[in-house]
């Protein structure tokens, strides 16, 4: 009995340090593919990947008639820098990242992103704030073993903490990430992206 209950407990830790090795890697992975194409980001701008993975738009559409305002608002912008289409986020790639290009070009019609962005609020997570706590720490761990050499690594980092003191979740991107990227994009459930991809985009 007594080696039945080793076995078990050994296999159970093998579980979870396997699991916990792949979510680790799947953390760098999703690091590494943003700073690939956004090298100058800060630490703001990696806890906002994971946050909108976990929370997905929820919060950019309080109703659809100030979405789509804004939404108009931006794309009468000019000087589109940005030029990725579209990029998966967090370390379980639950949304998408989409350039807002698809609609300045005609792609892809303004009312279905706007009803896809709907569509994307309900599936979030929205994990509660000690649950986030944990993940974020999870993140910011990963990071500092990454020695990544942010610039105002420890500014960004007291932010963040603040805002998560506060029982808030919300960041917005870093100053110099919006000036060096001028990002113009939304967030859509990997569900909608994939069936805009099989409709809008073969």
Request: glycine residues 4%; proline residues 5%; hydrophobic residues 35%.
């Amino acid at each position: 009995m007594m080696k039945t209950k080793v076995i078990i407990l050994i296999f159970t830790a093998t579980i979870l340090f396997l699991s916990c090795s792949g979510q680790k890697q799947q953390i760098i992975e999703s690091i590494k593919t943003e700073m690939q194409y956004y090298p100058e980001l800060q630490l703001k701008d990696i806890y906002k990947n994971f946050f909108q993975d976990a929370y997905g738009p929820g919060h950019l559409i309080p109703d659809t008639a100030s979405a789509g305002k804004y939404l108009g608002w931006e794309l009468s912008q000019p000087e589109w820098t940005d030029t990725v289409e579209w990029l998966p986020l967090g370390s379980k790639n639950d949304y998408f990242r989409i350039n807002l290009s698809w609609v300045k070009n005609g792609i892809l019609p303004r009312d279905t992103l706007l009803l896809g962005m709907v569509e994307s609020a309900k599936p979030a997570r929205n994990p509660d704030i000690e649950t986030w706590k944990k993940e974020w720490n999870d993140v910011l761990s990963v990071v500092k073993e990454m020695h990544l050499n942010l610039p105002d690594f420890e500014k960004d980092k007291k932010t963040i903490d603040e805002v998560l003191s506060q029982g808030e979740v919300v960041m917005h991107h870093s100053e110099a990430y919006i000036k060096k990227y001028n990002p113009h994009y939304r967030i859509i459930h990997k569900s909608v992206f994939k069936r805009w991809q099989e409709s809008y985009f073969k």
